[in-house]
């Protein structure tokens, strides 16, 4: 059983997690993910693995309360046990300490962009980050994206925070007025992700996103979490989550994200009554 040493409301909507999961932390790199269940006839829910800590055998969770898993995951306290607790999963992000970077993070996206953001900095990269929220209340993991960048920007919708304008405003701002990237990752909703590639490609700037599809076995035999990257088919759990950019199909892989709204909100309605 895996122990919730910590529990702690980032905002109204997200919650971090320090999991006890020694064999995991053990072998957790940036950009790997874990999967999940509640309970045993529960839903296997992905999530990024967002920090580990080998020595205390800790792996720490950031999820979105949107529908019935996480609403039943967000419920648990400290002191409470996860059923299953399955991973490290995916292949690790590619990091080079040479490179100068730039982190791009929206909403809760910012979750799996703050590893990335952290191991290129250990690396010894220079790291730019530029984070977006729709507002202020949204905001999080501030302090912990500044420890770890050389410049830090942080975005919102409604100027109620930060500057007012999206990621890929800043980023193109920074692009002009003469910094060099040498590689832009970005980490968020599809269409940002996709703006943010289309950005980088006019600049010829090389491009990581972490894509997050649909997923249920996360070992490569159930094809759920199928992109199409190029001419190529890809799976996410086992090619990924890590793709380029500039090759993604993002508009294929939002269609296929929607396909079970109506499903997840009658089940989170179920949960709810
Ligand atoms: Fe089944 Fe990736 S989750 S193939």
């Known amino acids: ?161 930060g500057e007012k304008g999206l990621v890929t405003n800043k980023l193109e701002d920074l692009i002009t007025g003469g910094e060099k990237f040498d590689e832009v990752v970005a980490i968020g909703p599809i269409v940002m992700m996709k703006f943010v590639s289309l950005t980088t490609k006019k600049y010829n700037i090389p491009t990581t996103v972490s894509m997050n599809p649909v997923m249920i076995d996360g070992t490569g035999m159930c094809g759920g979490c199928r992109l199409k990257v190029g001419d190529e088919i890809k799976f996410a759990c086992v090619d990924g989550p890590d793709f380029d950019g500039h090759l993604v199909d993002f508009d294929q892989a939002m269609a296929r994200n929607t396909a079970y709204k109506s499903f997840e909100a009658h089940k989170r309605d179920e949960a709810c009554h």
């Open 1 to 161: 059983m895996y122990k919730i040493l910590k529990k702690e409301a980032l905002n109204p909507t997200v919650t971090r997690m320090v999991i006890e999961a020694p064999f995991v932390a053990k072998r957790a790199k940036a950009g790997q993910f874990i999967i999940l269940r509640v309970r045993e006839q529960g839903e296997r829910l992905p999530l990024t693995i967002a920090d580990s800590n080998p020595e205390k055998g800790t792996v720490t969770i950031i999820f979105q309360v949107v529908g019935e898993t996480t609403m039943l995951l967000n419920a648990l306290n400290e002191g409470d046990c996860l059923k299953d607790f399955a991973g490290p999963l995916g292949k690790p992000s590619v990091i080079d300490g040479n490179k100068k970077v730039c982190i791009i993070g929206g909403g809760v996206g910012c979750a799996i962009a703050y590893p990335t953001a952290k191991a290129f900095h250990e690396a010894g990269a220079d790291v730019t980050t530029i984070v977006g929220f729709r507002n202020k209340d949204l905001v999080i993991l501030e302090e912990e994206f500044k420890k770890v960048s050389d410049a830090y920007y942080l975005m919102s919708d409604d100027g109620s925070v």
